[in-house]
């Protein structure tokens, strides 16, 4: 089973705007309501490559009891934690006249130790060795910042894969609780070790320290560009797909969903999880994340599209770039 976690859901609400500016009244010309969350992105995500998921979150009020009539909606698994305050709604302004996606993401609820107590208890009673743990996006109020290096370690413990997704001092903290993959973007990785990055090899040099701490994969995505893959058995660039982009928003998202299905998969089948096996789990990865951005909102891509997307998609070994 594939757990994701989700301590700051929210209902994406996406305004489409033409040229959109900021000081100025803007008229929405459309809008849609998702199900979000960056570990519920990932549950859906799961649902759509037909893996089995639950999406673990906290949710509270009349917003997040219509978080979860979404989901019911798309028939996904969830296990909603209730708290006494309100989840969230992100805005998303999707400009595509000037090919511009912004995010204004609320802070949500405070959420009290009870509530975090109770979805630390879900976890310890359901984690177990076949299973893989996705930690995704920001906590909420109340919620100590290092909650995830503690469920990485519990993760470890149950003999659970524990993919994070986090950025700041959340990734910062979470990292030094050893999770199996981590996924930053490269302006999160960026922040993580205090500098600019020009080129993708002092980029690779560096997540290669993180490696060397006990980390599996570093997988760190580029958007347009693509992604690079840095783990101990060799490094891979990715590129991009020239597709025609609707909504970026949930596109790592939809990228760790093809990783952790690929890597249940490779444990189901009691296979061996090699450096080739991985670029073929990381493809499914891209691929995911190409199909999500061709539809709108946080809708995610179809298994289909994934399908033929897959095709499309090469992976570049790059040699020598270890130490
Ligand atoms: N404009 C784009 N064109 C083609 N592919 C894209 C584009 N943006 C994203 N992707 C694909 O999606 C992957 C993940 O995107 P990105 O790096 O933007 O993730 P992210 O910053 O974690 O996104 P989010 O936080 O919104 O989920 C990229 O590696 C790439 O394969
Ligand atoms: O505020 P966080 O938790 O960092 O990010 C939340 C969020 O922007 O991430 C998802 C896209 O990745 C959206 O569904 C959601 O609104």
Avoid at 203 to 215: F, N, Q, R, Y
Avoid at 218 to 224: H, N, R, T
Wanted: hydrophobic share 40%; net charge negative.
């Amino acid at each position: 089973m594939i757990y994701t976690v989700t301590l700051n859901p929210a209902i994406d609400k996406t305004l489409k705007i033409d040229d959109f500016k900021v000081d100025q009244v803007n008229r929405v010309k459309d809008y849609r309501e998702d199900a979000g969350g960056k570990g519920i992105n990932v549950t859906k995500m799961i649902h759509k490559l037909k893996g089995d998921s639950i999406a673990v979150m906290i949710t509270g009020g009349d917003i997040g009891h219509r978080l979860t009539s979404l989901l019911d909606d798309e028939n996904i698994s969830y296990k909603a934690i209730k708290t006494p305050g309100q989840t969230r709604i992100n805005i998303k302004v999707v400009d595509h006249n000037n090919h511009t996606f912004t995010d204004i993401n609320e802070k949500g609820p405070i959420v009290d130790s009870k509530t975090l107590e109770t979805l630390d208890a879900y976890l310890i009673n359901h984690l177990s060795e076949k299973d893989i743990l996705v930690l995704a996006g920001s906590l909420p109020q109340g919620v100590p910042k290092d909650i995830y290096k503690h469920w990485c370690e519990l993760g470890k413990e149950k003999g659970a894969k524990v993919i994070l997704d986090a950025d700041r001092d959340v990734l910062e903290l979470g990292i030094k609780g050893l999770p199996w993959i981590i996924k930053p973007n490269q302006n999160e990785l960026e922040m993580y070790f205090g500098k600019k990055f020009d080129n993708d090899q002092d980029m690779i040099l560096k997540a290669h320290e993180l490696v060397d701490m006990g980390i599996y994969a570093v997988v760190i995505s580029q958007g347009e560009k693509g992604c690079l893959v840095v783990c101990k058995d060799g490094t891979a660039k990715i590129d991009a797909l020239k597709l025609k982009v609707v909504s970026t928003v949930g596109a790592g998202d939809s990228m760790v969903a093809g990783i952790a299905f690929g890597i249940d998969e490779v444990m189901k089948n009691n296979e061996t999880l090699d450096f080739a096996r991985f670029m073929d789990i990381m493809r499914l990865g891209v691929a995911s994340s190409s199909a999500s951005i061709e539809e709108e909102g946080t809708h995610m891509g179809s298994l289909t599209r994934v399908n033929e997307l897959y095709q499309e998609i090469t992976v570049n070994i790059m040699e020598n770039m270890t130490k």
